[in-house]
T-cell receptor, first 115, second 113 residues
Framework: AQSVAQPEDQVNVAEGNPLTVKCTYS??????LFWYVQYPNRGLQFLLK??????LVKGSYGFEAEFNKSQTSFHLKKPSALVSDSALYFC?????????????FGKGTTLSVSS | EAQVTQNPRYLITVTGKKLTVTCSQN?????MSWYRQDPGLGLRQIYY???????DKGDVPEGYKVSRKEKRNFPLILESPSPNQTSLYFC????????????FGNGTRLTVT
């Protein structure tokens, strides 16, 4: 069965510092991996995805994520955090081989960036 | 503007009173889906639709119905709402189900008393 774990409920960083939001996954085949962000009173917005190829994926708003197959991880990163990055972040996975299955979301990590 | 529109944004109702949450997308997407978001549980899929007249159950379909009579619309129906269906609901769509990211509506916060 597919699953996604976001081990931290909350991540706190100071503005200007690098940030990492962690995600690990479990699928039987190769994964499609996604990161979404949710701002208050809004729906989820797509940030970036990994399908295949380069393990470092660049996305919106200066975010990037690193795919690590041996550690089954897909951590979200940003070199310099902004206060406006404060939001709820979701990692999601789908097994490439299982057509028709849902995108499985993690429980979310709240990122708080202080000025 | 390309968007997924849900209505209403907020809804308070009583147990057993049938309700419908509407969802419409203007991007000609084939795939549409409903999720519920609960604290500590993330997003869980209720139902999805691969195309018109094709719907299927997600992970938590009990107590819900959907229909897909037109490509753009995918309403969520609660025939007899119960308090455990109090949640934040999101409709989402994408061109297909595989590689394409989902486009989400702004959500419907439902309270069942």
């Amino acid at each position: 069965a597919q699953s996604v774990a976001q081990p931290e409920d909350q991540v706190n960083v100071a503005e200007g510092n690098p940030l990492t939001v962690k995600c690990t996954y479990s699928v039987s085949g190769n994964p499609y991996l996604f990161w979404y962000v949710q701002y208050p009173n809004r729906g989820l917005q797509f940030l970036l995805k990994y399908i295949t190829g380069d393990n470092l994926v660049k996305g919106s708003y200066g975010f990037e994520a690193e795919f690590n197959k041996s550690q089954t991880s897909f951590h979200l990163k940003k070199p310099s955090a902004l206060v406006s990055d404060s939001a709820l972040y979701f990692c999601a996975v789908r097994d490439i081989r299982q057509a028709g299955t849902a995108l499985i979301f993690g429980k979310g990590t709240t990122l708080s960036v202080s000025s | 503007e390309a968007q997924v529109t849900q209505n209403p944004r907020y809804l308070i109702t009583v147990t057993g009173k049938k309700l419908t949450v509407t969802c419409s997308q203007n991007m000609n997407h084939e795939y549409m889906s409903w999720y519920r978001q609960d604290p500590g549980l993330g997003l869980r899929q209720i139902y999805y639709s691969m195309n018109v007249e094709v719907t299927d159950k997600g992970d938590v379909p009990e107590g819900y119905k959907v229909s897909r009579k037109e490509k753009r619309n995918f309403p969520l129906i609660l025939e007899s709402p119960s308090p455990n269906q109090t949640s934040l609901y999101f409709c989402a769509s994408s061109p297909g189900q595989g590689l394409s990211p989902l486009h989400f509506g702004n959500g419907t916060r439902l309270t069942v008393t």
